[in-house]
Every structure is written in C-alpha cells, then in structure tokens.
C-alpha cells in the first residue's frame, strides 16, 4: 500500500483525498490519500517522513517551505520556486510545481489573454507570474504589503501595493489570497476592488467549494469568472501522473479526477 496525502493550514476543506482515491480505486492501484493539517510549515519534512509517504500535494500557505524542504527541485518548480507535488524517490523528496500548468489548462475556455492582475503575493502568486510570462502574457501583481513585492520586483514583474496602484484595464483578475477561503473577507479594499472590475473582462478566483464574497462581488458586475475547481482537477491530473510513476495517461486521469469532483 502506499500513502499520499496533503498538507495545509486550513485543509479541511480539500477535495484532493476524494479524487486521488477515487483514481486510486478506479485504476486498481492500492494506495490511500488522506489530509494532514500542519501549522508550521517548517515541519513539512519530518512529517512527511514520519508518516511514510510516497507522495504529497502542499496547499497554502505552505508552498514556499515545500520548496526548501525539498531535496531536489525538478521542472517548472526550479523557476518559481514554489513546491505544490513532492515525490519520494530513491530516498529523496523530490519537489514539482503541478499549480502553473494546471491554471493555464483550465483558463482555455477565457480567450484573448494578454494582460493579468494577480491579485496576492504568496507562493501561487509567484508560480503563476511566471507561468503566464512564459506564455507571453503580461503580468502585474497587487498585494496589501509592499515587502511581500520583493520577489517581483527582484524578477522584474511589476507589482503595487493597493495604495500606490493605478487602476489600467486588463483582459483577467486572479485572487491568489486565501481571503474567502474560511471567511467573508475580499482579497482588497472594495472600493479598489469595484474599480479593477470595472476594467476587467474575466475574473479567477482559486478557492473553490464556495461562493467567496468576492465571486458574489463578480457576478454582481456580471463578468465570467470561474473559481479555482477546474485548476484544482487539472494541477490535481498533474500531481497523479507523478503519483502513478506515470503510467497513466493524463486525459485519462483527468477524465476520472472529474467525475469524482461531481461525485461531492
């Protein structure tokens, strides 16, 4: 049997045991997905070992620490710097970054993008700065605190605090904070935020399993939006094809990560 598992502050909340085991059992491969609820994330590693994991998926706010837990950095991951997929092999943790390219698959259906506000400046922020760059996209990033902007700065991303942010029109909003996820919170100050609407074509949130009070702010304005469930499945599709040593193709895995997801 092996074990899997994932790792947040909250977790509770996770779909990722549903359709990991859900995979689990429809591909004949014995194994078990369960959460863990860490608070520090600097004890990703011992605990990762203690229960004798072959691999792992880290959510918020843990992602960064995934990173230096780990003993080698592979992919994508090596650019960002933020780990979501951890590996056991050969006795070593080996770190993935699945969030990015998992993000991108599920924003096909939003045409035209070529200008993105990422909303937040912690680990997914960063992943997806760098993933949308790559695919040419021009990106600026919004956080309540300037030294939480070093990073983006350092990397020459442009990036504001929302007191020195001029509102520009753009093709798609992305909320990255964790504001909504166990609160009523908005990822800004709501003034600040119904003048970014005002310029926006599409909005992403990646919460999912609720309606944040952002997204109620969204679908007052009436933008498309999607929430964070598809880039959940797909990051999710990504994660399994490492889990299953990549002996299952990723349609296949995602097709099935799907119909778990309509199972809840």
């Not at 960064?64 to 006795?91: P, S």
């Not at 030294?147 to 520009?168: A, M, P, T």
Request: charged content about 25%; aromatic content about 10%; some cysteine.
């Amino acid at each position: 049997m092996k074990y899997f598992a994932i790792f947040g502050d909250p977790v509770e909340h996770s779909i990722s045991p549903l359709m990991h085991n859900y995979l689990f059992l429809h591909s004949n491969i014995k194994a078990c997905y369960s959460r863990v609820h860490l608070k520090n994330g600097a004890d990703l590693k011992e605990m990762f070992v203690k229960l004798k994991l072959k691999g792992a998926n880290i959510t918020v706010p843990h992602k960064e620490d995934a990173y230096l837990a780990c003993d080698e950095i592979r992919g994508f991951a090596k650019i960002a710097r933020v780990v979501n997929t951890i590996i056991y092999e050969d006795g070593k943790l080996i770190g993935y970054n699945t969030d990015a390219d998992g993000f991108v698959n599920a924003l096909q259906e939003f045409e035209g993008i070529k200008k993105v506000l990422i909303i937040g400046a912690g680990g997914t922020a960063k992943a997806l700065a760098h993933r949308l760059i790559d695919e040419g996209v021009n990106i600026t990033v919004l956080n309540r605190s300037k030294d939480r902007l070093q990073y983006f700065k350092k990397h020459g991303i442009d990036c504001y605090s929302w007191d020195e942010f001029n509102v520009d029109k753009t093709d798609l909003v992305v909320n990255t904070t964790s504001a909504g996820l166990s609160d009523e919170n908005l990822p800004a100050p709501k003034e600040l935020l119904e003048r970014i609407l005002a310029q926006t074509s599409y909005v992403s949130d990646i919460i999912y399993g609720k309606t944040t009070s952002f997204l109620k702010l969204v679908a007052q304005k009436k933008i498309p939006y999607k929430d964070g469930l598809d880039m959940l499945v797909h990051q999710g599709a990504l994660a399994s094809y490492l889990f299953c040593d990549k002996t299952i193709p990723i349609d296949d895995i995602t097709d099935l990560l799907k119909k778990a997801v309509l199972l809840k």
